[in-house]
């Protein structure tokens, strides 16, 4: 049952009428111009890592910060850098960092009946011109994961999906009265997405819009009512994903060939969320055992790797470890107060595993190391 407990809603704009308001709310949100100010930021790195003397990033997301603002800020961070192999990871978008080509694409793995993620790069060249079908392929994934943008915001309107309401209203101790403003707020973010339509860019129609315009409600609305309606909004979108079609996805076989065929690699992020993956005889290059979000079993799975390896015929490639950093460059540039603070404080290229002694014994063991992948891997991109 849902909460009786009053939630007050101390605002005269509780109402369900846009107002010019609002649209400048939502126009600031899903604007991708940075001020002088976030510029600064994202140039002026926290931290600088002298000692640091290769950069190794496969696995980072630029969103909508421009590259030349990145290489500045990693120039900055890692001045006595001699080697480095970096590649963007833009989810379900091919973006290029030099010589090379990225991303981390959403797929289907039939035998396991889960959605997976892998990652894909390419030296650019090997794009000009080509790739017609593999471009089309991350083009359509990428506009049907945005449309769980659109299913998250029906779960809140449409009364046929009131069971997801009431599933998320009751974990979260929601009242009639908080659902009503969600819905009223929600109805006004969609017909300002309506309205604006033309005016979003790709990266910013993400379910996380639905966050972030709450948030900017917490210049009107008392903190504790937003935060309430924050969680509710968690809570129905854990639902829309968990019942999110998969039919629509590609299979991580059919993505892999046609990675193949362009000459390109592959490596499985977050093991530790897709165990099942290990299990599975995809041709990949590489394995990672650690980001920010998977780092309970580093050891384990270089372990793993080695396993694999040893067990591999005379003479085939062997799997590489790889460490993915996860960083999401535009959670720097958010409002301190609506930052996720793990997550602002990731930086392109810094795997503390790598230097870690322990980890440094398995990886040894492993035959493994930060250069010999950076050498291994822009080798195998070349061929």
């Given at each position: 049952?849902?909460?009786?407990?009053?939630?007050?809603?101390?605002?005269?704009?509780?109402?369900?009428?846009?107002?010019?308001?609002?649209?400048?709310?939502?126009?600031?949100?899903?604007?991708?111009?940075?001020?002088?100010?976030?510029?600064?930021?994202?140039?002026?790195?926290?931290?600088?890592?002298?000692?640091?003397?290769?950069?190794?990033?496969?696995?980072?997301?630029?969103?909508?910060?421009?590259?030349?603002?990145?290489?500045?800020?990693?120039?900055?961070?890692?001045?006595?850098?001699?080697?480095?192999?970096?590649?963007?990871?833009?989810?379900?978008?091919?973006?290029?960092?030099?010589?090379?080509?990225?991303?981390?694409?959403?797929?289907?793995?039939?035998?396991?009946?889960?959605?997976?993620?892998?990652?894909?790069?390419?030296?650019?060249?090997?794009?000009?011109?080509?790739?017609?079908?593999?471009?089309?392929?991350?083009?359509?994934?990428?506009?049907?994961?945005?449309?769980?943008?659109?299913?998250?915001?029906?779960?809140?309107?449409?009364?046929?999906?009131?069971?997801?309401?009431?599933?998320?209203?009751?974990?979260?101790?929601?009242?009639?009265?908080?659902?009503?403003?969600?819905?009223?707020?929600?109805?006004?973010?969609?017909?300002?997405?309506?309205?604006?339509?033309?005016?979003?860019?790709?990266?910013?129609?993400?379910?996380?819009?639905?966050r972030e315009y709450f948030n900017?409600?917490?210049?009107?609305?008392?903190?504790?009512?937003?935060?309430?309606?924050?969680?509710?909004?968690?809570?129905?979108?854990?639902?829309?994903?968990?019942?999110?079609?998969?039919?629509?996805?590609?299979?991580?076989?059919?993505?892999?060939?046609?990675?193949?065929?362009?000459?390109?690699?592959?490596?499985?992020?977050?093991?530790?969320?897709?165990?099942?993956?290990?299990?599975?005889?995809?041709?990949?290059?590489?394995?990672?055992?650690?980001?920010?979000?998977?780092?309970?079993?580093?050891?384990?799975?270089?372990?793993?790797?080695?396993?694999?390896?040893?067990?591999?015929?005379?003479?085939?490639?062997?799997?590489?470890?790889?460490?993915?950093?996860?960083?999401?460059?535009?959670?720097?540039?958010?409002?301190?107060?609506?930052?996720?603070?793990?997550?602002?404080g990731r930086e392109i290229g810094?795997?503390?595993?790598?230097?870690?002694?322990?980890?440094?014994?398995?990886?040894?063991?492993?035959?493994?190391?930060?250069?010999?992948?950076?050498?291994?891997?822009?080798?195998?991109?070349?061929?």
């Amino acid at each position: 049952m849902r909460s009786t407990d009053p939630v007050r809603i101390s605002s005269p704009e509780w109402t369900p009428e846009i107002t010019e308001a609002d649209d400048r709310r939502y126009l600031d949100i899903v604007s991708t111009e940075l001020t002088d100010e976030q510029q600064a930021v994202i140039t002026t790195p926290p931290e600088v890592y002298y000692q640091q003397d290769a950069i190794l990033a496969l696995h980072w997301h630029p969103e909508h910060i421009p590259m030349p603002l990145i290489r500045t800020r990693i120039k900055k961070s890692f001045p006595n850098s001699t080697d480095e192999l970096i590649i963007p990871t833009q989810h379900n978008e091919l973006l290029s960092y030099g010589e090379y080509t990225g991303a981390e694409v959403d797929c289907y793995a039939a035998s396991f009946h889960r959605k997976v993620q892998l990652l894909f790069h390419f030296l650019a060249e090997r794009l000009v011109d080509r790739g017609d079908v593999f471009k089309a392929m991350v083009a359509h994934t990428q506009r049907y994961r945005s449309s769980q943008l659109l299913e998250f915001i029906d779960s809140v309107l449409d009364l046929a999906l009131e069971r997801r309401v009431a599933e998320a209203a009751e974990k979260t101790g929601a009242d009639d009265q908080l659902v009503e403003f969600v819905r009223i707020h929600v109805d006004r973010l969609k017909r300002l997405i309506d309205a604006n339509d033309t005016a979003i860019p790709p990266q910013m129609f993400k379910n996380k819009l639905v966050r972030e315009y709450f948030n900017a409600l917490g210049d009107i609305y008392d903190a504790k009512l937003i935060n309430h309606a924050q969680l509710f909004l968690k809570a129905v979108k854990e639902v829309v994903k968990r019942e999110f079609s998969l039919e629509y996805f590609y299979r991580a076989e059919e993505l892999i060939e046609e990675v193949r065929s362009l000459g390109g690699c592959v490596v499985v992020p977050h093991p530790e969320q897709f165990w099942p993956i290990l299990l599975e005889r995809f041709d990949v290059d590489g394995i990672e055992v650690w980001n920010p979000q998977s780092f309970q079993y580093t050891q384990f799975l270089i372990e793993v790797v080695d396993r694999k390896n040893r067990s591999h015929p005379r003479g085939s490639r062997p799997l590489l470890v790889t460490m993915g950093d996860d960083c999401h460059m535009g959670e720097k540039v958010k409002d301190p107060r609506y930052q996720v603070p793990e997550k602002a404080g990731r930086e392109i290229g810094v795997q503390p595993p790598w230097d870690d002694l322990i980890v440094r014994k398995c990886l040894i063991a492993a035959n493994q190391s930060r250069g010999h992948v950076i050498e291994e891997y822009r080798g195998r991109l070349s061929e």
